[in-house]
């Protein structure tokens, strides 16, 4: 953490002079207070007056960061983390990417919940202190300041795909979320090794990027339906893309599960309306976890470094239970 000391012999001047400064007394010339308040700045200085606040309860609040605004899964993070603030006395402060890293200081929040592969890990190791606490919802970040709740992808993923397998399906086509994201990398992981236990190739063609959006998934739905070979099933990193996919081969004359067998990830609103095969996460639980976790944390608690969440497969109407050969 950068301290007072540091911001004076940035400045070339007396701790004494950044201590006037910090406290607004007027006996400091002017070139040179505004010298201090700039290093302040670029250095993320934050006076001991905003430590002391925190650690008294005077401020209270609790930030969240996320940007997809298309995901609606996000909602039901954002409920679960509010529902165990409101109960603590906590505010919940939510923002997007673009102007997170201002208000993610402890004189602007006590800590902060992230749920956004798009916010690089360098800007939340730049962050998170002693002081300032971050709970990472979507990935590991090596930081004694940063925790963990994130979802065991890996063996439900297997579990559906070995389902599916039993049924008697063999050629596969598979859908990526955000490459880089840990979800993805866990889903397709499991997807690779599933399918190679099972001795079944995977042709690399069968292989479609996708953002997690609907839209993309819709894009790769009416590519597939090009192919003179359909594949027997297209497994989707999430339920968006899975939903999106299946309005495109709806509108060429491609039916689920007949035709083409469709899963997805997350299990949301209108994966259970439409009967979708897919893997349930508790998100609303998952944003209760992640605030519990956070203020565990606040309050000098030992916590672990990870916490694992197991979804659940559900297996439904766009996979044939038993597969005509």
């Known amino acids: 953490m950068v301290g007072i000391k ?33 290093l302040i700045e670029e250095m993320d200085y934050v006076p001991n007056e905003a430590g002391k606040m925190l650690k008294g309860k005077d401020n209270n609040t609790i930030l969240f960061v996320f940007s997809d605004f298309d995901r609606n899964f996000y909602l039901e993070v954002i409920k679960g ?85 039993d049924s008697g399906y063999r050629r596969f086509a598979f859908l990526s979320g955000v490459e880089n994201s840990l979800d993805n990398m866990e889903r397709y992981r499991a997807f690779r ?36 070979n359909l594949p027997e099933v297209l497994v989707c990193a999430n339920d968006n893309m899975a939903i999106g996919a299946m309005k495109a081969f709806k509108e060429n004359g491609i039916r689920v599960p007949e035709d083409i067998a469709v899963t997805g990830f997350d299990d949301v609103d209108r994966a259970q309306e439409i009967g979708l095969t897919t893997v349930t996460v508790p998100d609303y639980e998952r944003g209760y976890l992640a605030a519990l976790y956070l203020l565990e944390v606040l309050n000098g608690k030992e916590v672990a470094k990870t916490f694992q969440i197991s979804p659940k497969v559900k297996m439904r109407k766009t996979v044939l239970v038993k597969k005509q050969k």
Not at 109 to 121: A, E, T
């Open 6 to 38: 540091d911001i004076a012999e940035a400045a070339g001047v007396s701790i004494s002079t950044v201590s006037n400064v910090i406290n607004g007394k007027r006996n400091v010339g002017k070139r040179t207070r505004e010298r201090v308040l700039q």
């Open 81 to 165: 983390v509010n529902d165990y603030l409101k109960n603590k006395d906590y505010d919940l402060l939510i923002c997007t990417q673009r102007s997170c890293e201002k208000f993610m200081r402890n004189n602007m929040s006590s800590g902060c919940i992230v749920l956004d592969i798009g916010l690089k890990d360098s800007t939340i190791l730049r962050c998170a202190n002693e002081n300032y606490p971050i709970i990472a919802l979507d990935r590991n970040v090596f930081s004694p300041y940063v925790k963990s709740v994130i979802v065991d992808n890996y063996p439900p993923m297997c579990e559906m795909l070995q389902s599916i397998i």
């Open 193 to 228: 090794d599933t399918l190679e236990k099972n001795n079944i190739h995977f042709p690399q063609k069968n292989y479609f990027v996708g953002d997690y959006r609907e839209e993309s998934g819709y894009t790769a739905g009416k590519i597939i339906s090009l192919t003179d």
